[in-house]
């Protein structure tokens, strides 16, 4: 949470494998902040948190919400990809 609130900005990659480029994946940058709504947390929660916390209102359950600046969709070497700037 620390992390976060020093640098709300993320970068995440959906589909990437790593195995080198070319691959075709989702690329989501946005701003993130941590969203402490009951309900959310509540809706958002399923069986296989019990592994990690006792509950929904466990205090180190937390839920970010980011906001997204842009979103591309990479595609395969030599193709530009698409970029929606939001």
Known sequence: MEEIEENPNAHILLGYEGE????????YEG?????DSP????????????????RPNDSNYIVLEIKPIQI???????????VLEL
Do not use: C
């Open 20 to 27: 080198g480029f070319g691959d075709e994946y989702v690329e």
């Open 31 to 35: 701003n993130v902040q941590i969203t």
């Open 39 to 54: 309900q959310l947390k509540k809706e958002l929660w399923n069986s296989y948190m019990e592994n990690r916390f006792d």
């Open 72 to 82: 591309s969709l990479m595609k395969k070497t030599g193709i530009e990809p698409k």
